[in-house]
């Protein structure tokens, strides 16, 4: 305990008692211990975090899991959807959730560009859902072009002169291409905004997660895509979704 106190830890005795839990022997618990120390986030260090009442596996330099991320779930699932794509999934998180609530007959596709990641969502997601490598949608099998009800996406979204100015265990062990949303933090919004029309099946909807402060950006570029956008926001996670629909005169 007063190690990880003097390491700047919070919660150091809830922090001890769940690195004694885990380590199966004193030296691994020395090792844990040491990593912690030395500013690597808790979850990637004892190798999982708990979202929506999950266990989920997080591998070293892949972005943990938010609690605040719990509203994207929440949106995709309140619209029942059949076939689900985790864009830019890291650990598969939200794919893991929604797919746990909604139970069987979902079909749930997740996708990264960091090899990282993509080997971490393929442990969450086994026997699940699919995951797939690669740069937003070129990584998705074609049959499923018109064919997907919601489209949920926690892209990175920090601007890019803001990653400095993050907490070190984000900066230092979670890969920037988890957080560096280019010059004004929305590139990405963009991207997967103006890409995912050939996606989405009729009444299909676009969830991405944002900033209260970068609502107007994310919003604009859902307009300039020819999507119709509304905010959702909850204050108790202190969080932010913009949703998508094709624009009636898109
Ligand atoms: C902020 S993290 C979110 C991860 C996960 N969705 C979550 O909420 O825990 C953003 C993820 O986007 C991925 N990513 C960044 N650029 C991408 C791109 N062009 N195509 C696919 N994935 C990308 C990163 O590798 C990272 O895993």
Same mark, same amino acid.
């Given at each position: $305990?007063?190690?990880? @106190? /003097? #390491?700047?830890?919070? *919660?150091?005795?809830?922090?001890?008692?769940?690195?004694?839990?885990?380590?199966?022997?004193?030296?691994?618990?020395?090792?844990?211990?040491?990593?912690?120390?030395?500013?690597?986030?808790?979850?990637?260090?004892?190798? %999982?975090?708990?979202?929506?009442?999950?266990?989920?596996?997080?591998?070293?330099?892949?972005? !943990?899991?938010?609690?605040?991320?719990?509203?994207? =779930? #929440?949106?995709?699932?309140?619209?029942?959807?059949?076939?689900?794509?985790?864009?830019?999934?890291?650990? +598969?998180?939200? /794919?893991?959730?929604?797919?746990?609530?909604?139970?069987?007959?979902?079909?749930? &596709?997740?996708?990264?560009?960091?090899?990282?990641?993509?080997?971490?969502?393929?442990?969450?997601?086994?026997?699940?859902?699919?995951?797939?490598?690669?740069?937003? *949608?070129?990584?998705?099998?074609?049959?499923?072009?018109?064919? &997907?009800?919601? =489209?949920?996406?926690?892209?990175? *979204?920090?601007?890019?002169?803001?990653?400095?100015?993050?907490?070190?265990?984000?900066?230092?062990?979670?890969? @920037?291409? /988890?957080?560096?949303?280019?010059?004004?933090? =929305?590139? !990405?919004?963009?991207?997967?905004?103006? +890409?995912?029309?050939? %996606?989405?099946?009729? +009444?299909?909807?676009?969830?991405?997660?944002?900033?209260?402060?970068? &609502?107007?950006?994310?919003?604009?570029?859902?307009?300039?895509? +020819?999507?119709?956008?509304? $905010?959702?926001?909850?204050?108790?996670?202190?969080?932010? /979704? &913009?949703?998508?629909?094709?624009?009636?005169?898109?």
């Amino acid at each position: $305990v007063a190690r990880l @106190r /003097a #390491a700047g830890c919070v *919660y150091a005795e809830d922090e001890a008692a769940l690195l004694v839990a885990e380590a199966p022997t004193a030296d691994a618990l020395e090792a844990m211990v040491r990593r912690r120390v030395s500013g690597e986030p808790l979850e990637q260090v004892v190798g %999982w975090a708990e979202f929506c009442g999950l266990r989920v596996a997080v591998e070293p330099g892949v972005f !943990v899991p938010r609690r605040r991320t719990q509203l994207l =779930v #929440a949106t995709a699932v309140a619209r029942r959807p059949q076939v689900v794509v985790d864009l830019c999934c890291g650990t +598969g998180a939200v /794919a893991l959730a929604v797919a746990t609530e909604l139970g069987r007959g979902v079909e749930v &596709v997740a996708a990264d560009v960091d090899p990282v990641a993509v080997r971490c969502a393929r442990r969450n997601l086994d026997g699940v859902g699919t995951v797939v490598e690669g740069d937003l *949608y070129a990584a998705l099998p074609e049959t499923l072009l018109g064919h &997907v009800d919601v =489209v949920v996406c926690n892209a990175p *979204y920090v601007p890019t002169e803001a990653v400095a100015l993050m907490p070190a265990e984000a900066r230092d062990h979670e890969h @920037r291409v /988890a957080l560096d949303g280019g010059a004004d933090g =929305v590139d !990405v919004h963009r991207r997967v905004a103006s +890409g995912v029309r050939p %996606w989405l099946a009729p +009444g299909g909807s676009l969830v991405v997660e944002t900033s209260e402060d970068q &609502v107007p950006l994310t919003t604009a570029a859902f307009v300039a895509a +020819g999507l119709a956008a509304t $905010v959702v926001r909850d204050e108790s996670l202190d969080a932010t /979704a &913009v949703v998508g629909v094709v624009a009636p005169d898109g």
